[in-house]
T-cell receptor, first 115, second 109 residues
Framework: DADVTQTPRNRITKTGKRIMLECSQTKGHDRMYWYRQDPGLGLRLIYYSFDVKDINKGEISDGYSVSRQAQAKFSLSLESAIPNQTALYFC??????????????FGPGTRLLVL | GQNIDQPTEMTATEGAIVQINCTYQ??????LFWYQQHAGEAPTFLSY??LDGLEEKGRFSSFLSRSKGYSYLLLKELQMKDSASYLC??????????WGAGTKLIIKP
């Protein structure tokens, strides 16, 4: 089974609708992240959470909200979807390794199309 | 501001060697990652460098020069399955990852 899972994998929605993307992990990591990826651009951080009680805005949080329901679950919501939120969304987890590196492990992604 | 630069696209021949460069400007520096991403899939970890020098892992090696703000990923004995995008990401003073846009590597037979 995959260590980091995302649901749904694909979603088509209409402008103005509220949608939620879910992420679950079995890696036991405290830190979780939501990114979006657009063609020709790097991964951009939306929100991140270092533990259940810690939520932080990333580079592009406007129009998004998150919920950290448990160590293993981190959900991303679009309260009122708009077409420029069409993108590939990735959830990631991380933990501090023995070499000091905080390697991030990614879920398979959710492809979102807002019409 | 913080910035990562890497070439948009590169082409190489199966069996050859290719070097993908990355330059970074960040507020503070706590290491550099390389990830591989096949089209439509998740990025997967390749390497992490925090000290100057070359780290070798099989066919892939990664180099870092902190004084020059420069890294490269070296891929040897290229295989068709190496066709993918390669993402460079620098860790800033707040331990946040600053991502480059990725280099799309096309391997030709």
């Amino acid at each position: 089974d995959a260590d980091v899972t995302q649901t749904p994998r694909n979603r088509i929605t209409k402008t103005g609708k509220r949608i939620m993307l879910e992420c679950s992990q079995t890696k036991g990591h405290d830190r979780m992240y939501w990114y979006r990826q657009d063609p020709g651009l790097g991964l951009r951080l939306i929100y991140y959470s270092f533990d259940v009680k810690d939520i932080n805005k990333g580079e592009i949080s406007d129009g998004y909200s998150v919920s950290r329901q448990a160590q293993a679950k981190f959900s991303l919501s679009l309260e009122s979807a708009i077409p420029n939120q069409t993108a590939l969304y990735f959830c990631a987890t991380s933990d501090l390794g023995l070499d000091g590196a905080e390697t991030q492990y990614f879920g398979p992604g959710t492809r979102l199309l807002v019409l | 501001g913080q910035n990562i630069d890497q070439p948009t696209e590169m082409t190489a021949t199966e069996g050859a060697i290719v070097q993908i460069n990355c330059t970074y400007q960040t507020s503070g520096f706590n290491g550099l990652f390389w990830y591989q991403q096949h089209a439509g899939e998740a990025p997967t970890f390749l390497s992490y460098n925090v000290l100057d020098g070359l780290e070798e892992k099989g066919r892939f090696s990664s180099f870092l020069s902190r004084s020059k703000g420069y890294s490269y990923l070296l891929l040897k004995e290229l295989q068709m399955k190496d066709s993918a995008s390669y993402l460079c990401a620098a860790v800033d003073s707040n331990y946040q990852l600053i991502w480059g846009a990725g280099t799309k590597l096309i391997i030709k037979p």
